[in-house]
């Protein structure tokens, strides 16, 4: 299909990993994007990754590429309450001129 | 599944002119609406929240008067850009809450505009 998919809810205790999935459908994107939305915010811009990696690693988050599949994952490492959030994968479509996001994973943080 | 259609994709136009985003919901009713303003390199930036038959609630530091929004219907809501100077430049991109599913958004493709 035409849309970015990912699940819409997600649970883990503090400490554990969270490991966020999205799939997407265009294979000539050249950046896929994870943004973070707290309550009553904007889209915070948490990484992104260019096509031809297949791996990113920023402190605390992991992003793994594959591009086969076009699956594109976000792992959290030790999970921690403030990363309570709704969490967006994006792809960027025709050559840049139009975004795509997925509708959203909610992550709640459970002590 | 739930569809926002924005336009126009791109639009240039010249300094001191206007210029309305339609951002519509296809096969849902909107009562909710977002504005979003990316700036080049920058994460999306929460212009307003649109609620449908009332004012538009607008972020700190966001112009009321510069960055018209309307919310007419259930399914339409508007962007207009007045007096656009070339600082107006950007991304602006629309989301709406799916309807019915306890959570997720949908997104317009966003409007490119260069004012020149």
């Known amino acids: 299909g035409e849309d970015v998919e990912q699940s819409l809810f997600l649970s883990v205790r503090e400490g554990d990993s969270s490991v966020i999935n999205c799939t997407y459908t265009?294979?000539?994107?050249?950046?896929l994007y994870w943004y973070k939305q707290e309550p009553g915010a904007g889209l915070q811009l948490l990484t992104y990754i260019f096509s031809n990696m297949d791996m990113k690693q920023d402190q605390r988050l992991t992003v793994l590429l594959n591009k086969k599949d076009k699956h594109l994952s976000l792992r959290i490492a030790d999970t921690q309450t403030g990363d309570s959030a709704i969490y967006f994968c994006a792809e960027v479509r025709d050559y840049g001129q139009n975004f795509v996001f997925g509708p959203g994973t909610r992550l709640s943080v459970l002590p | 599944g739930a569809v926002v259609s924005q336009h126009p994709s791109r639009v240039i136009c010249k300094s001191g002119t206007s210029v309305k985003i339609e951002c519509r919901s296809l096969?849902?009713?909107?009562?909710?609406m977002f504005w979003y303003r990316q700036f080049p390199k920058q994460s999306l930036m929460l212009m307003a929240t649109s609620n449908e038959g009332s004012k538009a609630t607008y972020e700190q530091g966001v112009e009321k008067d510069k960055f018209l929004i309307n919310h007419a219907s259930l399914t339409l809501s508007t962007l207009t850009v007045t007096s656009a100077h070339p600082e107006d430049s950007s991304f602006y991109i629309c989301?709406?809450?799916?309807?019915?599913?306890?959570?997720?958004?949908?997104f317009g493709s966003g409007t490119r505009l260069t004012v020149v």
């Open positions: 265009d294979s000539s994107s050249t950046y």
């Open positions: 096969d849902f009713q909107a009562t909710t």
């Open positions: 989301s709406a809450t799916l309807p019915g599913q306890g959570g997720g958004y949908t």
